[in-house]
T-cell receptor
Framework: RKEVEQDPGPFNVPEGATVAFNCTYS??????FFWYRQDCRKEPKLLMS???SGNEDGRFTAQLNRASQYISLLIRDSKLSDSATYLC???????????FGKGTSLLVTP | NAGVTQTPKFQVLKTGQSMTLQCAQD?????MYWYRQDPGMGLRLIYY???????DKGEVPNGYNVSRLNKREFSLRLESAAPSQTSVYFC?????????????FGEGSRLTVL
């Protein structure tokens, strides 16, 4: 079983819609969680870290459920510019490696 | 603001040829990483270097070698390229091993092995 799993999508949503992505991780020792965004043929960039109490950054809300080993990303009022692939990233408490999910593709249409 | 710089950006090799991908960061980061990204497979860690002078295997190290030349530079070498190594390679760096440290990526190197 892959350490980080995501629904690959694609998610096609109209502008203004709310969309949610889910991610599960298999290693209960994982301690750090992130969402990265990757535009087509570009490098991944950090979108936001995910904190235990949940956190929000503008239209983006991230949630963590340690008991279920589940992370989510909610995007409200989708914009055309939100079209990208969203990567769930998990780091174990020890060690240096960050493990990436395969990504969820989002296409926001006019 | 250079950040993480990778060279070359594109390369075509024949099976059996060797090459080195170069990576340099100017952010004084301690940790550096090499990932490969293939369609449907996501990003997979090849090797990483927690600090100058140390390197460790990641998820898919076979067929690759790395050198942490100094704090700035981390190179990836393919000794005898195979078609299965056709991929997009990303170098990344991170300040340290703290849990909140952001990973910064280079623009990627697109390698085709014929």
């Amino acid at each position: 079983r892959k350490e980080v799993e995501q629904d690959p999508g694609p998610f096609n949503v109209p502008e203004g819609a709310t969309v949610a992505f889910n991610c599960t991780y298999s290693n209960s020792a994982s301690q750090s969680f992130f969402w990265y965004r990757q535009d087509c043929r570009k490098e991944p960039k950090l979108l936001m870290s995910v904190y235990s109490s949940g956190n929000e950054d503008g239209r983006f809300t991230a949630q963590l459920n340690r008991a279920s080993q589940y992370i989510s990303l909610l995007i409200r009022d989708s914009k055309l510019s939100d079209s990208a692939t969203y990567l769930c990233v998990v780091k174990r408490g020890s060690g240096y490696a960050l493990n990436f999910g395969k990504g969820t593709s989002l296409l926001v249409t006019p | 603001n250079a950040g993480v710089t990778q060279t070359p950006k594109f390369q075509v090799l024949k099976t059996g040829q060797s090459m080195t991908l170069q990576c340099a960061q100017d952010m004084n980061h301690n940790s550096m990483y090499w990932y490969r990204q293939d369609p449907g497979m996501g990003l997979r860690l090849i090797y990483y270097s927690a600090s100058e002078g140390t390197t460790d295997k990641g998820e898919v190290p076979n067929g690759y070698n790395v050198s942490r030349l100094n704090k700035r530079e981390f190179s990836l070498r393919l000794e005898s390229a195979a078609p299965s190594q056709t991929s997009v390679y990303f170098c990344a760096s991170r300040r340290g091993h703290t849990n909140t440290g952001e990973l910064f990526f280079g623009e990627g190197s697109r390698l085709t092995v014929l």
